[in-house]
């Protein structure tokens, strides 16, 4: 019954900028790592970012380095990825994922997702 809920995504012109949040339903973040993940239709999910449950070593896709930023809220109990400079390329659905046995950009790693949110960049 460990759950998590995607929020914020949306339709945004190229260059434009969105928040998405992930927020953990019988769990507290605190005790996991938390990864992001998207997927465009017909192709592979793939790996955006992750944090470790010690946030300073935050890992990225080299696809948004430098445009995306993981972060965390333990005081309420939320993710974040912030997505700067968004490209055509990036529209998905995003995913949340929790693990509580390590982190990384492997989704087999992750045993808890939440259902996606949109994100579309067109103009």
């Known amino acids: 019954q460990l759950q998590l809920v995607e929020s914020g995504g949306g339709l945004v012109q190229p260059g434009g900028s969105l928040r998405l949040s992930c927020t953990p339903s019988g769990f507290t973040l605190d005790h996991y790592a938390i990864g992001w993940f998207r997927q465009a239709p017909g192709k592979e999910r793939e790996a955006i970012a992750s944090i470790p449950i010690s946030d300073d070593t935050p890992v990225y896709a080299d696809s948004v380095k430098g445009r995306f930023t993981i972060s965390r809220d333990n005081a309420k109990n939320t993710v974040y990825l912030q997505m700067n400079s968004l490209k055509p390329e990036d529209t998905a659905v995003y995913y949340c994922?929790?693990?509580?046995?390590?982190?990384?950009?492997?989704?087999?790693?992750?045993?808890?997702w939440g259902q996606g949110t949109q994100v579309t960049v067109s103009s």
């Open positions: 994922a929790a693990t509580n046995t390590g982190w990384g950009l492997l989704a087999s790693e992750y045993p808890y």
